[in-house]
């Protein structure tokens, strides 16, 4: 065991860390032979979960996303970096609470109190009944 041949590949020679460790997430990605940009479905099967929920990550700003589809077109076809992917997987654990969003703080809203002599003029009111000729009201 304590020969160079026999040392499993996982162990560095010295105490240093491994090699791919020291690398940066795109240098990696780049050894790895990995694409910079996947889809939402590829991104949802690296997330486990489902399309609908990648999109909400991506309403809710958590990846980093472009629009790939031509210009003409009204839908768009999303497609996010692999990196983003990766760190929000790596950010959490199935069956962990969601990422926490920061709040804004809400705005009161104020209500305009009606002054007291207020009446409203969209009411209805009654229509007087019709009077013939004789000044008899008819029915």
């Known amino acids: 065991m304590g020969t160079k041949g ?6 560095p020679a010295s105490g240093a ?5 020291t690398l940066g997430t795109e240098a990696l990605l780049q050894r ?19 399309k609908h929920t ?10 980093e996303w472009r629009n790939a589809s031509p210009p003409c077109s009204p839908r768009p076809v999303y497609r996010l970096t692999l990196r983003s992917v990766l760190a929000l997987r ?3 654990q199935r069956g962990s609470p969601p990422p926490l969003q920061p709040v804004a ?12 002599d207020y009446t409203p003029k969209h009411v209805r009111r009654k229509k ?3 009077q013939n000729n004789r000044g008899t009201p008819s029915s």
């Open 54 to 63: 990648v999109l909400h990550y991506l309403a809710q700003g958590l990846l």
């Open 105 to 116: 703080p809400k705005k009161e809203r104020r209500k305009a109190a009606a002054p007291p």
């Open 90 to 92: 790596l950010g959490y």
């Open 17 to 21: 860390p491994p090699q791919e460790e």
């Open 32 to 50: 790895l032979n990995l694409p910079e940009e996947v889809t939402t479905q590829q991104a949802a099967a690296i997330l486990g979960c489902c």
């Open 6 to 11: 026999n040392r499993p590949p996982s162990e």
């Open 128 to 130: 007087p009944p019709v």
